[in-house]
C-alpha cells in the first residue's frame, strides 16, 4: 500500500482496494458484514493508519478515519459505503470512500485555515442487500433508527447484525464524531452525465420513495396432482404484484415514476409443490412528493383487487416512505463555485438513487456529488468510471473539503 497522496497513488489504491471481493467479470461481491466486506474494511483501516488518521468505530460498524486539527471541534465528515449488492461493480460506494480518505488526509496535511476537524467515513450496510433496510449505518447516526434496533435485525439465513459485525471484528464501541458537515461523491449511477458530455453533478435533491414489503399467502399442494381449478398458487399471486408495480409506474408516463421488485423469496420453493408463500420486495419512486403519493394510492388499489379476486391473499406487511427534500443550496453554490475555479463541466441533478447523504442532510449541511457512469451502467459487473473522471471528482471533493473545513457552510442551516 502506498503511503503518498498523489493522484497516482489515489488510482494504485482503487486498484488494490477493487480487488478485495473481486469477481471473475470484473465487479464486486462484498455484501454488508461478510468476509469480503471485512477484509475490505481491514484495509481501509491500514490505510487511515498509514496516513495519520485514528479510525474509531461506532456499535453499528460505521468507520470514521479522523485526525484532531482544531481541539474540541466538530467534524467535517466525507464518504460512502464500501458494501456491495450480490455481484455488483467496483466503484459504487467504494470510489466515494476512497475519495473522502484522499480528502480528508490532504486536509490534515495543509491545517493552516482550519476551524473543524476532518474525518472519512464507511457508513454500514448502505446498500441494504443482505440486511434491510438499506442506509442502516447513517440513519443510526442521524437518529432515525437505534443501534440496538439494527444490531437485532436478520438476514435471510438469521444471523444478526450483531453476529455478523462480531464475527468480522467491526462491532465498536466509539462514540462517533459529532458533524458540522458532510459530503459525498459517487458514480451517477445513469447516463445524464455522460450524454451531456459534463464532469460532475451536483445534486439538489432527492427522488421520494415508497419501499414496499409484501407477502402473497396461497396454499401448498401438489403440482402433480391438484387440479388447477382447486389451485391457491402464491407465485402466481406474487407474479400479478410485479406486474401491477410495472403497470403502475407506466400510468404516469415516461420515466416519470420507476417501479421495480427485487427480491422473491418462495416457500417451500420445491419443483413438485405449489408456492404456500412468496415474500418480495418492491418500490415505486418519483421526483414529486405528490407523484410518489399517487403511486402509491394506485398501487395499493391493485393490491386490493388482486385480493378481492380470492385466488391468494396479499398482505403488505410494510409500505416505508422516504420523502424528496433539498440539498441545502449553500453546498450546492460551493461546490458549483470550485467546480467553475476547477475548470470542471457541471450541472445541477437530482438524485434517483439512495444515498447516506440523503440521511445526512436531514441534520447538517451536505454536499453530494456525481462524476460520469459510463453507459449508465451501476450495480452491474460492467459499471465503469474512467480514471480521469475519477480523479476530477477527487480533486473537486478535495477542494470542497478544504474549504468546508475552512468554515464555508458554518452559516448554513438545515431545513
Partial sequence: MTA????????????????????????????????????????????????GLHCRVD??????????????????????????????????????????AYAAARAVADPERARYNVAAVNWFNEEGSRFSPSLMGSAVYVGKTTAEAVLDVVDESGTSVRDALSRIGFQGHDVAPTANSYAEIHIEQGRTLVDEGLDIGVVTSNWAAYKYVVTVHGEQSHTGATHMRYRRDALVGASQVVLAVRAVAEEFGPDTVLGSVGRFTVEPNSPVVVPARVRLAADLRALEARTVEAAHARFLERITEIDEAGDVHVEIESATLRPSTRYQDSGIALAGAVADELGLRWRTMPTMAGHDSVNLKDVVPTVMLFIPSVDGVSHNEREYSTDAQMLAGLHLLTATARRMVAGALEAAQVS
Avoid at 27 to 42: H, L, M, N, S
Avoid at 75 to 92: A, E, M
Fill in 4 to 51: 503518498d497522496l498523489t493522484d497516482e497513488a489515489f488510482l494504485a489504491d482503487f486498484a488494490e482496494l477493487s480487488a478485495i471481493g473481486a469477481t471473475a467479470a470484473g465487479g464486486v461481491d462484498r455484501e454488508a458484514a461478510t468476509e469480503a466486506d471485512g477484509r475490505a474494511r481491514e484495509w481501509l483501516r491500514d490505510w487511515f493508519a498509514d496516513h
Fill in 59 to 100: 456499535a453499528v460498524g460505521n468507520m470514521y478515519g479522523g485526525a484532531e486539527i482544531v481541539a474540541d471541534a466538530p467534524w467535517v465528515l466525507l464518504g460512502s459505503h464500501l458494501d456491495s449488492q450480490p455481484t455488483s461493480g467496483r466503484f459504487d460506494g467504494a470510489y466515494g470512500v476512497l475519495a473522502g
